[in-house]
């Protein structure tokens, strides 16, 4: 199992381009995310899916856009990147029933995003 | 109030030396819990859950305190290798997971 990937590793951007950040997972989860990792604060909740074709906003999903047409598969798509969108985005998976062993969030590598 | 608060440390210590953080969350309806590793530029790892009777892995015992709503992490015989930064996490709902900043640990010759 490759677990869960991402593309790509460093991103530069400038101030209104748009981009999409590739998530994808092997182990057959249904609870998929994304967060962004900034200094200073915890991870933050960007958007998340249960399962395919059920998306939800997380803490700060301004600026983002997500979609689930597979269950591997989970892209974040900027549509304006904007400076404050510098940040380390991490995408994770789990299976979906609360509790238990089962619970356990696996992480992709990050996108190490900057947007001048 | 952070509804998970860590102390961001760091912690220096040195090798074999045991070493404790604590984590208190605000959400007394919070399910499950977890620690978590995360190494320089790396993603975060899960160290171990925390279940409500204590639970230990080899040198690390978590600790989970409803009462109070902290939950602790004790290190024991720490080597260079788990020098890292330590995250706190709360379940606070189906798919909410609330992440602590983090305490940064360094382990020293």
């Known amino acids: 199992n490759a677990g869960v990937t991402q593309t790509p590793k460093f991103q530069v951007l400038k101030t209104g381009q748009s981009m999409t950040l590739q998530c994808a997972q092997d182990?057959?989860?249904?609870?998929m995310s994304w967060y962004r990792q900034d200094p200073g604060m915890g991870l933050r909740l960007i958007h998340y899916s249960v399962g395919a074709g059920i998306t939800d906003q997380g803490e700060v999903p301004n600026g983002y856009n997500v979609s689930r047409s597979t269950t591997e598969d989970f892209p974040l798509r900027l549509l304006s990147a904007a400076p404050s969108q510098t940040s380390v985005y991490f995408c994770?998976?789990?299976?979906?029933?609360?509790?238990?062993?089962?619970?356990?969030?696996?992480f992709g590598p990050g996108t190490r995003l900057t947007v001048l | 109030r952070k509804e998970v608060e860590q102390d961001p440390g760091p912690f220096n210590v040195p090798e074999g030396a045991t070493v404790a953080f604590n984590c208190t969350y605000s959400?007394?309806?919070?399910?499950?819990f977890f620690w978590y590793r995360q190494d320089c530029r790396k993603e975060p790892k899960l160290l171990m859950s925390v279940y409500s009777s204590g639970n230990e892995d080899g040198r690390f015992t978590a600790q989970l305190n409803r009462a109070s709503q902290y939950i602790s992490l004790l290190i024991r015989d720490s080597k260079l290798s788990d020098s890292a930064t330590y995250l706190c996490v709360v379940k606070a709902g189906t798919y909410k997971y609330i992440f602590g900043t983090g305490t940064r640990l360094k382990v020293l010759a």
């Open positions: 182990m057959n989860h249904e609870y």
């Open positions: 994770a998976s789990s299976y979906s029933p609360p509790g238990g062993a089962r619970d356990t969030q696996y």
């Open positions: 959400n007394s309806a919070s399910q499950s």
